[in-house]
C-alpha cells in the first residue's frame, strides 16, 4: 500500500486548528483580502452551508421541547421559536416507554463489540507490521478490501449463518458480527500507528530478553495511546450508527437498539409522536456528541487515517 | 569488575538447552498465526464465509425456514424481466451519481472556505463534522419531519415567501420523493469529504501558492493547477468511500420512503432487503444484491489504478 499521506503526516490537531502545515507562514497571502471581499466569498457562503448543516439539529431540539399543539399549528403560533418549553416528550420518552433499556441495549452492543474488535485488530496491526510474517502484505491488502465489503451485502446470508449459530434475536447476533465492520477499520488505523513506533525500541526490548508479547504490552500499546483512543472512538461510533443488521438480527422489542427501535416503535400512526420522536432522535444523538465534543482531535485523526493509505 | 564480569562468561561454556518448545516461541510465523487468529476468526465466519454464501444462496430458491436447492440463474432470470428491480438499479445510479457529485463539489468547496483563516476557527470545523457523528437514522427521522406533507417547515416558508402556493408534497410524489432523499444524504455526507479534504488541503505548502500569485495565477489557475493536482491522491480515496457507500446505501431510504411511493425511491439495498426478510425470498434478495458486487468491484478498481498512478508520479517504489 502506499502512504499517499503518511509522508505528510497529517496532524489532527493541525486539522481542527491550524491554517496550514507551516504555522510561521500561517499570515501567509491573507493580507491581500479586503474585508467586504471575504464577507462574500468566504463568510456568506460558510453561514449559509453551516445553517443548512445545523438546521436540522436546532428542528429536532426544538421539536423535543414545543408543546404538541404548537407542532401542529404553524399559523398562530411562529414555528422557530417557542416560549413555553415542555418536558412532556422527554419525560414520556424516558418514563412511559422502554427508551432506558434500548439506550443500555445500544451502549453494551457497543462497547463489547468495539472492545473485542480493538483487542482482534491490536494483534493482528501488530502481527502485520511488525511480525512480517510471510504474506503479511497481502493480508493487509485483503484488509482493507474487507473494509470495502458494505454491510447491505452481507446481511442476507449473514442473517441465515446468525440463525444457524442460534444468535437470532440475542445481543450477541450483534457483538459477534459488528466486528466485521469495526476490525477492519481499526486494524488499518492501528498499522498506521504501529509503523511510525520506531523499531529500535523493540530491538532493544528484544536483545533485553523480552517476549513478543511483552514488547507489545509494554512497549507499542502505551505508544499507541492516541491510535487507541482513536480507533476506540470511532468503532463505537460506528456500532451506534449501525441499522440493517440490527433490523434484520433482532426481533424483541426489548434486545433493540436506539436507531431500529425508534424507527419501529415510535412510528405509530399517531399525529402527536413528533415531540418524542425527536426527543428520541435527541437522546439518542447526545451521547455521541458529548463523546465527540472529548475527543474530536482523536476523532479527526481517525477519519484522516481511514483514509490515509 | 570487567574482568569479574569477563571471568565468569568464560566459565559458562554450556548454554542452557534449547527446546523445540523455545525455537517455536520465537518463530515468527508460529506466533504470527496466533496473532492473527481472533481477527481472523472474526473476518472468516462472519464476512467471508456469509459473501460466498451470498453468492450461493443467490443460486437458489432458499426462502426462510425452508432450505432451497440450486436453481442456477432463475432468480436472476427473474430479476431481469422485473421492472422494479430496473426502477431499483436506476435509482440506485442515479442516487449515486448526483449525491457522489454534489457531495464532492460541495465538500471541497467548504474544506477550501475552512481552510481560510477564520475566527473561531477550531470550533467551527468541529460543528462541521457533527452531522456525521448522529447516527444516520436519527438524522433521518429529522429529515422526515423537515419533510413532512402537511408540517414541513420547508414548505411553510416557502409559502410564506410566496414562491408556492401548496405544500411540498416532500415523500409522496417520485421525483420529489427522489430528490429529497439525495438531499439528505448530500447534507449527511459534506461533512466527511469537507473535513478530510481539509486535512489533505493542509500538507499543500502555502510558498507554492505564493510563488505562483507572484508569477499572475489567478485563483482559478491556482486551484486547477496546485490545489488539485496534490490533492488527487486524498480525493481518489475519499471519493471511492463515498461512491461505496452511498450506493450501498439502506439506512436512510428506510427511515425517509422504505422504497415507496410505488417503489420509486427503491435502492437495489432496500429492495434486497424487502424481497429477502419482508418477503421471505432470500434467494431473490441475494441475487439483488449480488448484483451490486460488480458495481463496487469497478469503483474498487477506479481508486486503486488512480493510486497506483499517484505512486508513479511521486517517483516512489511500489512497497
Redesign the interface.
Known amino acids: 500500500m502506499t502512504d499517499v499521506l503518511a509522508a505528510k503526516q497529517i496532524d489532527p490537531r493541525a486539522v481542527l486548528t491550524g491554517s496550514s502545515a507551516l504555522a510561521d507562514h500561517s499570515e501567509g497571502m491573507s493580507y491581500l483580502h479586503s474585508l467586504p471581499r471575504r464577507l462574500v466569498t468566504l463568510y456568506l457562503p460558510l453561514g449559509i452551508i453551516m445553517l443548512v448543516l445545523m438546521f436540522p439539529f436546532y428542528w429536532m431540539a426544538l421539536t423535543a421541547i414545543k408543546p404538541d399543539e404548537q407542532l401542529l399549528d404553524l399559523e398562530t403560533f411562529s414555528p422557530f421559536w417557542t416560549w413555553t418549553p415542555t418536558l412532556k416528550h422527554i419525560q414520556k420518552l424516558l418514563f412511559e416507554s422502554s427508551y432506558p433499556l434500548w439506550l443500555w441495549n445500544t451502549m453494551m452492543i457497543a462497547t463489547c463489540a468495539t472492545v473485542l474488535s480493538i483487542v482482534a485488530s491490536v494483534l493482528a496491526a501488530y502481527a502485520i507490521v511488525r511480525l512480517r510474517y510471510k504474506g503479511a502484505q497481502w493480508v493487509g491488502g485483503a484488509i482493507f478490501l474487507a473494509y470495502l465489503i458494505p454491510p447491505s451485502i452481507l446481511f442476507i446470508p449473514l442473517s441465515t449463518v446468525v440463525f444457524q449459530y442460534g444468535l437470532f434475536d440475542t445481543p450477541f447476533a450483534l457483538i459477534l458480527t459488528y466486528p466485521t465492520i469495526l476490525i477492519p477499520f481499526s486494524t488499518w488505523l492501528l498499522m498506521g500507528y504501529f509503523k511510525t513506533i520506531p523499531f529500535e525500541l523493540e530491538e532493544c526490548a528484544l536483545i533485553d530478553g523480552a517476549s513478543r508479547w511483552q514488547i507489545l504490552t509494554k512497549i507499542v500499546l502505551p505508544l499507541a495511546v492516541p491510535g487507541l483512543i482513536s480507533a476506540f472512538i470511532f468503532c463505537f461510533t460506528l456500532c451506534w450508527n449501525e441499522f440493517i443488521y440490527a433490523l434484520t438480527f433482532i426481533s424483541s422489542t426489548s434486545h433493540k437498539t436506539v436507531p431500529v427501535a425508534i424507527v419501529n416503535e415510535f412510528v405509530d400512526g399517531d399525529i402527536y409522536r413528533w415531540g418524542s420522536l425527536m426527543a428520541g432522535a435527541l437522546a439518542g444523538s447526545l451521547p455521541l456528541v458529548v463523546l465527540y465534543a472529548f475527543f474530536v482531535e482523536h476523532y479527526v485523526s481517525a477519519m484522516t487515517g481511514a483514509v490515509k493509505e | 569488575m570487567a574482568e569479574a564480569a569477563l571471568g565468569t562468561r568464560t566459565k559458562r561454556e554450556t548454554y542452557p538447552h534449547v527446546t523445540a518448545w523455545d525455537r517455536l ?2 518463530n ?2 508460529w ?3 496466533w ?6 476468526a ?2 472468516v ?3 467471508a ?3 460466498g ?2 453468492v450461493w ?1 443467490s443460486f437458489t430458491d ?1 426462502r426462510i425456514g425452508r432450505s432451497g436447492v440450486f436453481i442456477g440463474l432463475e432468480n436472476y432470470e427473474w430479476l431481469w424481466d422485473d421492472s422494479v428491480f430496473w426502477i431499483s438499479v436506476f435509482n440506485t445510479l442515479l442516487y449515486t451519481g448526483v449525491a457522489s457529485a454534489v457531495k464532492f463539489a ?1 465538500g471541497l ?2 474544506a477550501l ?6 475566527p473561531f ?2 470550533i ?8 456525521f ?7 433521518a ?3 422526515w ?2 419533510f ?1 406533507s402537511q ?1 414541513s ?1 420547508i414548505s ?1 416558508s416557502l409559502r410564506k415567501l410566496h414562491l408556492i402556493s401548496t405544500n411540498i408534497d416532500f415523500l409522496g410524489d417520485p421525483w420529489t420523493a427522489r430528490w429529497s432523499v439525495i438531499f439528505a444524504n448530500i ?1 449527511r455526507g ?3 469529504i469537507a ?2 479534504l ?3 488541503l ?6 507554492l ?2 510563488a505562483a ?1 507572484i508569477d499572475g495565477a489567478s485563483t482559478w489557475q491556482r486551484f486547477r493547477f496546485i490545489t488539485y493536482p496534490l490533492l488527487t ?2 480525493i481518489a ?2 471519493m ?2 463515498s461512491v ?2 452511498t ?5 436512510l431510504i ?2 425517509l420512503t422504505r422504497g415507496g411511493p410505488v417503489n420509486a425511491t427503491h435502492l437495489m ?1 432496500t429492495l ?2 424487502q424481497r ?2 419482508l418477503g421471505g425470498h ?1 434467494g431473490e ?2 441475487a439483488i ?2 448484483a ?2 460488480p458495481f ?1 468491484l469497478a469503483a ?1 478498481l477506479i481508486s486503486w489504478f488512480g ?1 497506483q498512478r ?2 508513479w508520479q511521486q517517483g ?1 517504489s511500489n ?1
Do not use: C, H
Open positions: 516461541k520465537v515468527r510465523e506466533l504470527a498465526w496473532f492473527m487468529l481472533p481477527a481472523g472474526f473476518l465466519l462472519f464476512l464465509y456469509p459473501l454464501l451470498g444462496l432458499t460541495v468547496y467548504l472556505l475552512l481552510n481560510e483563516n477564520l476557527k477550531a467551527i470545523r468541529s460543528v462541521v463534522l457533527i452531522p457523528i448522529v447516527p444516520t437514522v436519527l438524522s427521522i429529522a429529515f419531519w423537515l413532512d408540517f417547515i411553510w447534507w459534506v461533512p466527511f473535513i478530510t481539509l486535512a489533505g493542509q500538507t499543500v505548502s502555502p510558498s501558492y505564493e500569485t491522491p486524498i480515496v475519499v471511492t468511500f461505496l457507500f450506493f450501498t446505501d439502506f439506512q428506510w427511515v439495498a434486497s432487503y429477502a426478510i432470500l434478495g441475494a444484491a449480488t451490486m458486487i463496487l474498487i493510486l499517484r505512486k516512489e512497497d
